[in-house]
T-cell receptor, first 114, second 110 residues
Framework: SQTIHQWPATLVQPVGSPLSLECTVEGTSNPNLYWYRQAAGRGLQLLFYSVGIGQISSEVPQNLSASRPQDRQFILSSKKLLLSDSGFYLC?????????????FGAGTRLSVL | GQQVMQIPQYQHVQEGEDFTTYCNSS?????IQWYKQRPGGHPVFLIQLVKSGEVKKQKRLTFQFGEAKKNSSLHITATQTTDVGTYFCAGRAAGNKLTFGGGTRVLVKP
C-alpha cells in the first residue's frame, strides 16, 4: 500500500532562517506531488505541484521554492523565512493524470516563524 | 481563474440535529471531491462525484452534485461528536488542477 511521510511534524524557526521540509511517498511510482499551506482555521492554498522529476509548477509567487530530486521525494525550501510563512504545510500525492484523481495527504508540518 | 466557495464557513450543530454545507464553483466541474480534516489532522478523502445530479451516501452523510455541475452539497443527519472537523469540497474543471474550497468548520454541541 502507498504511504506518504512528512517531517518534521513541528518546527519553530526564527525570521530570516532557512527552511527545508521533506516529503516522500512509498508504494507508487511517478506520483503527482503537491505542497499546500493552511493558515490557522483557513482553507488549503496550493503552493507547488509536480508531475515528474525536476518538473515544478508554482501557483503563488512567494519566497518559497520546491524541488523534486527523485521520483518520490518533494522538498519545500526557503532561503529566508518571513513571519507570514507560519502555517500548516501539507504534502499530498495523487496518481495518474492531474485531471481525475484523489489526493492523499501527509500528516503535515506545523511551522511557526518567530 | 476557477474559484470554489463553501458556505457556511462555520457550522455549530446540536448533537442529533441535521445540517447541510454547500459548495459552489465559478466554472462547470468535471468532478467534485469532498475531504474531512479532523482538528489537528490532515485532510482525508471522503468521496468523489462525477455525474450531473449524482447522489451518494456514506452512512449518515449524503453528497449531491448539482445538475449543472457547478455546485455540490453535503448533508449530515443526526450529527455526532465524531463529525467534528472541517469539510472541504474540491472541484476540478476539465483538464485543470483540483481547487479546494475554504472549508466548513463543524462544531458539535453535546
Amino acid at each position: 500500500s502507498q504511504t506518504i511521510h512528512q517531517w518534521p511534524a513541528t518546527l519553530v524557526q526564527p525570521v530570516g532562517s532557512p527552511l527545508s521540509l521533506e516529503c516522500t511517498v512509498e508504494g507508487t511510482s511517478n506520483p503527482n506531488l503537491y505542497w499546500y499551506r493552511q493558515a490557522a482555521g483557513r482553507g488549503l492554498q496550493l503552493l507547488f505541484y509536480s508531475v515528474g522529476i525536476g518538473q515544478i509548477s508554482s501557483e503563488v509567487p512567494q519566497n518559497l521554492s520546491a524541488s523534486r530530486p527523485q521520483d518520490r521525494q518533494f522538498i519545500l525550501s526557503s532561503k529566508k523565512l518571513l513571519l507570514s510563512d507560519s502555517g500548516f504545510y501539507l504534502c499530498a500525492w495523487s496518481s495518474g493524470a492531474l485531471a481525475k484523481n484523489i489526493q492523499y495527504f501527509g500528516a503535515g508540518t506545523r511551522l511557526s516563524v518567530l | 481563474g476557477q474559484q470554489v466557495m463553501q458556505i457556511p464557513q462555520y457550522q455549530h450543530v446540536q448533537e442529533g440535529e441535521d445540517f447541510t454545507t454547500y459548495c459552489n464553483s465559478s466554472t462547470t466541474l468535471s468532478n467534485i471531491q469532498w475531504y474531512k480534516q479532523r482538528p489537528g489532522g490532515h485532510p482525508v478523502f471522503l468521496i468523489q462525484l462525477v455525474k450531473s445530479g449524482e447522489v451518494k451516501k456514506q452512512k449518515r452523510l449524503t453528497f449531491q452534485f448539482g445538475e449543472a455541475k457547478k455546485n455540490s452539497s453535503l448533508h449530515i443527519t443526526a450529527t455526532q461528536t465524531t463529525d467534528v472537523g472541517t469539510y472541504f469540497c474540491a472541484g476540478r474543471a476539465a483538464g485543470n488542477k483540483l481547487t479546494f474550497g475554504g472549508g466548513t468548520r463543524v462544531l458539535v454541541k453535546p
